[in-house]
């Protein structure tokens, strides 16, 4: 069925449903074919009247190019008010009302920006755009190319204001992306926007996360029509995160962010500057006259500036104030005053090597701003407290300036007649929101860059004005859309380095900002701004940990339920945490509030005891014997943890690529190796525990106990930016084994032979090779052992048999002196990982699809699966002397068994992306697992079901009975957990 008859039906559906018996219509579709017998019994087999008239609706477009025609010859007796209600739609031309309003509620709910106030059609550009948007196919690009300034951003959003187009062809939405020049952490506040204004049930804590989301939004029926135009691209990485199922449009200057859809994109040049009549002709739009009565320097003007759409606009507003009779534009001044000033800043800006662009549009920015009234223009030169592409809501407009809302309408309303402000709708706060153009910005800023003070003033009075209002109550801040986001920001620019302490720490506020923004802004401002928070002599250091531990624990539940009480959530906290000293002073003064002390904490705490944010991507994580924890990161640093204390005890440099396996063989004490994509092997040597002087004789046990992390009194553990400073190039490790005649083989697995100076290497080659440790010279090569990469190798505890585990979906065993020793089939899928289960003759193998135990490897092939009560996809592997530990992709899972019975004992929650690696300690006890920026260690102690404590993460539910509380929750098992006395 051709779109435009979808359409028609689409518009009429709801009249269709209201007033149609199918019934009335099966003949005569059935005798032309249109429909079978399957369609007529799904059709009849729904239960009322309407239901079936959907049903009819929803199949006719998947029963070829007749079912249109057909069906309204099937109306034509008895419906006949029907027809002519469906053929309306086909008049060309025609736009009525409800298409109007229609097209509106799409934009506005979509963000696309107001159309501005002066405009002229620009045909040629607009003819191809909307041609490239019609033909335009799920999954392509429609990008449009152009130089800054050329009017990409307003021709794209004119091209979506025609019905014909939007209607016909994006029924689904248009939804409007700002994207700009933008960091990780601001490009993931603007998809958690995107997401809230696409009714995502879910928002995303990281940019992967947010892809999925999206993919699943847009695969959804109700969006599967839909555009989405993603304005002023500047990075490549941005195409990568759209490859989504939905039709988009691209704006951007650099063409080249396309390459990574390279034949998935098509281009729609747009001219850098307006022909000479069309700029006459924004003139005459702005000044309303025509166009024979402009002077002279109007095409002076256009000449200059090379008929820049922005030049234009702004200088056609600024003329505009003059006057509009025809006697007022030949005789005004102001024409030749303005194009002397544009000459004169191009050729002096030239001089000094600037871009003939840049600088015209910069000298147009300063003569509009000068032109303002004093008043105003003091309002204006405020707005460089504000960064690149951030929209500034009203509500933050009133307190820059401390005016009621309705100045700033008035005052905003000048900014945007003169084309010094643009202005969007926010449909997630029902709200208006403004931006600057970048080069307007620049130019605030560039005026204030001699004057740091006026400044940094600028910044003072800003955030004072917050605190004022609130009479320094950080917790009774309101959400306006803007200054949780920002706060740290502007108390830097200001000097007020003493207030990051006192908000930062402030539970009030913490609670305030978590409803507000939730958990990733504030986690990533304790991040950036960790020094200002600790203090000049790191007395907060302490509080700082528990405070940034605590967020990343409750954040998502506080953010998501605006019911949430923080106090009652951090009254959780052990008694000397500073958490829970806070929450403790907070509840004291709300007595009109029942909180309730935890007397039994150690019955409601989660199985994880230690959550550490791991610098750089951490690729694999290997325990050592003590409580000391070893992790190779995607940038080729080895680092070495306390894991009780949270603290980087070595960074180790060596590595010039991503590490992708560590191996340690038991006897010797702080030796391991490593293996790297750089194709190299490399043995290191730590300093002992007993050497780290802060070593306060802290054990996971402890840390179990009491979640804090002791801050250490003296200590010879170099800060992070220590670390960060020290040189790359520098090799810290004891030897190095270089695999292969060249790097591109690559170290993709690593194994120590147990009690023997060997190890056992292998890579994309397919071969694995076996070294001598002490003298780096290879022993034995298995050449070609597997057709494809090997990921993995273990080793078992006897050492006498080498396990290989392969892309081309095999395992394999390998004798100690290189001989075929047994192979394993089962898989269908690449085989990613390997362990054996101790000192058990079983090995556990993974792939996405599925876990094995070979029960009796080399003698027979009976297997055992371990499965969960969903599907997953699994990632990575550990195994213990009788557990099996399996990360997965979806739900960002750890899934642990007991081997003998087969059962999930445990589903650990809390990491923010998939878990990339997993590892046992050597007692079995503990469980340490790396996602894409997070370590977390757990306890893995298993009980009996009904020993094992409530978990307060999954749902749950509690109801009175007579005066008994009974709490019930499910477990991974479906089983349910049930609390009482």
């Keep these: 069925m051709e779109q435009t008859h979808r359409n028609n039906l689409r518009r009429s559906r709801q009249k269709i449903v209201d007033d149609l018996d199918v019934r009335e219509v099966l003949d005569t579709l059935i005798e032309n074919e249109i429909l079978d017998d399957e369609s007529h019994e799904k059709i009849l087999s729904e239960k009322t009247r309407r239901a079936q008239a959907r049903s009819l609706l929803d199949t006719l477009p998947t029963r070829g190019p007749r079912a249109y025609s057909v069906f309204l010859e099937s109306l034509a007796e008895n419906y006949s008010w029907l027809v002519e209600e469906i053929e309306s739609k086909e008049k060309s031309g025609r736009k009525n009302t409800q298409e109007i309003t229609q097209l509106q509620d799409l934009l506005i709910k979509g963000g696309v920006p107001h159309a501005p106030s002066f405009s ?128 988009i449009l691209v704006t951007t200057q650099d063409v080249s962010v396309m390459d990574v859809v390279r034949d998935h994109y098509s281009i729609v040049e747009i001219r850098p500057g307006l022909t000479q009549q069309e700029s006459l002709q924004l003139f005459s739009s702005y ?64 001089k000094k090597q600037h871009s003939y662009e840049h600088e015209s549009v910069m000298g147009a920015v300063q003569m509009s701003v000068d032109n303002l009234d004093k008043p105003d223009q003091e309002k204006y030169e405020k707005l460089a407290v504000f960064l690149d592409d951030d929209p500034i809501p009203s509500k933050t407009l009133e307190i820059l300036w401390n005016v009621d809302k309705y100045e700033v309408e008035d005052t905003m309303n000048t900014f945007l007649k003169k084309s010094l402000a643009m ?24 005026r204030l860059r001699d004057e740091p003070e006026k400044e940094r003033i600028l910044h003072e009075n800003f955030v004072s004005e917050y605190l004022r209002r609130v009479n320094y109550r950080y917790g009774d801040l309101q959400n306006d859309g803007y200054i949780f986001s920002h706060l740290g920001y502007h108390l830097t620019m200001a000097g007020m380095t003493q207030q990051f302490p006192e908000i930062y720490l402030d539970l009030g506020y913490i609670e305030a900002n978590l409803k507000a923004t939730g958990p990733v802004d504030l986690l990533s401002d304790y991040r ?26 409750v954040g998502a ?10 106090i009652q959530l951090a009254l959780r906290e052990v008694e000397s945490s500073e958490v829970y000293m806070a929450a403790k002073r907070l509840a004291d003064q709300r007595p009109e509030t029942l909180y309730l002390d935890w007397k039994n904490r150690s019955n409601v705490q989660s199985q994880n005891i230690a959550t550490i944010l791991h610098p750089g991507g951490p690729r694999v994580v290997k325990f050592l014997p003590d409580t000391r924890l070893v992790t190779g990161s995607s940038e080729g640093l080895v680092y070495v943890w306390n894991v009780v204390s949270g603290e980087i005890l070595q960074k180790l440099h060596g590595h010039k690529s991503d ?59 170099m800060s992070l930016e220590q670390m960060f400073s020290e040189h790359k190039e520098r090799d810290e490790s004891c030897s190095t084994i270089i695999v292969g005649d ?116 080399g003698k027979g092939i009976e297997t055992t699966i371990l499965k969960r009560n969903r599907a997953s996809s699994w990632t990575c592997l ?36 998939p878990v990339v690696s997993l590892d046992f300690s050597f007692d079995g006890m503990y469980l340490a697992s790396t996602s894409e920026e997070t370590l977390m260690v757990w306890n893995i102690d298993e009980t009996e079901a009904e020993d094992q404590p409530l978990s307060l993460g999954p749902s749950h539910m509690t109801r009175w009975r007579s005066r008994m509380a009974i709490t019930a929750a499910p477990d991974d098992m479906n089983r349910m957990v049930v609390l009482h006395n």
């Design 120 to 247: 002229i059609s620009r045909s040629l550009e607009l003819k191809a755009i909307k041609e490239g948007l019609s033909n335009l196919d799920t999954g392509k690009f429609l990008t449009l190319h152009g130089m800054p300034g050329s009017g990409k951003s307003v021709l794209a959003a004119e091209s979506i204001r025609d019905p014909q187009i939007t209607l016909n062809n994006f029924s689904g939405g248009v939804f409007w992306f700002k994207v700009g020049m933008v960091d990780q952490d601001q490009l993931l506040n603007r998809l958690r926007a995107l997401c809230t204004k696409l009714d995502a049930s879910v928002l995303p804590n990281g940019i992967e996360e947010a892809q999925e989301i999206l993919r699943k939004l847009f695969l959804s029926p109700i969006l599967s029509d839909s555009l989405l135009i993603l304005d002023d691209v500047w990075k490549p990485e941005v195409i990568k995160i759209f490859t989504l199922p939905v039709r």
């Design 423 to 446: 202005c969007e709708v926010d449909t997630t706060q029902d709200t208006l929101v403004y931006t600057l153009h970048d080069l307007q910005l620049d130019y605030l800023k560039t």
């Design 878 to 913: 550990a195994a213990s002397e009788d557990h099996v530990a399996a990360g997965t992709a979806e739900d960002r899972m750890v899934i642990v068994w007991n081997v003998e019975t087969g059962q999930v004992i445990s589903a650990l929650p809390g990491q923010t992306s």
């Design 742 to 857: 060249h790097e591109d083989e690559g170290v993709l697995a690593v194994s120590w032979r147990p009690g023997h100076q060997e190890v056992a290497v292998a890579g994309r080659s397919g071969s694995i090779r076996i070294y001598d440790l002490k003298t780096g010279e290879e022993k034995y090569s298995l050449t070609k052992c597997h057709s494809e990469p090997v990921n993995d190798l273990s080793y078992n505890e006897g050492g006498d048999i080498l396990a290989s585990a392969s892309d081309d979906c095999t395992v394999r065993l390998w004798t100690s002196n290189g001989q075929f020793f047994a192979s394993l089939n089962v898989h269908t899928m690449r085989v990613t990982h390997i362990r054996w289960l101790g000192s058990k003759s079983k090995l556990v193998t993974l792939s996405a699809e599925h876990i094995y135990v070979w029960n009796s490897p």
């Design 557 to 566: 539940k506080v953010s998501a339920n605006k019911d949430a009480d923080i």
């Design 528 to 553: 950036k701004y960790s020094e200002q928070i600790m203090g000049e002599s790191g007395q907060h250091e302490e509080a700082l940990s528990d405070f940034e531990e605590f967020c990343r624990t």
């Design 659 to 717: 590490i992708t396996s560590l191996s340690l063989e038991l006897s010797q004490d702080d030796i391991f190796c490593s293996g790297s994509e750089d194709g190299t092997v490399k043995q290191w040597a730590i300093k002992p525990m007993e050497e780290m002087e802060n070593n306060q004789g802290d054990s996971l046990a402890s840390r179990r106990k009491s979640l804090k992390r002791p801050t250490p009194k003296s200590s010879t553990n």
């Design 287 to 350: 000044l309303s006259v025509p166009q024979e009565y402009l002077p002279v320097e109007a095409k002076a003007i256009h000449d200059e500036c090379k008929g820049s759409p922005m030049v234009i606009s702004l200088i056609g507003s600024l003329i505009s104030e003059s006057g509009r009779s025809s006697k007022t534009q030949r005789q005004s001044g102001r024409w030749f005053y303005y194009l002397q000033n544009l000459k004169t800043r191009r050729y002096s800006k030239l």
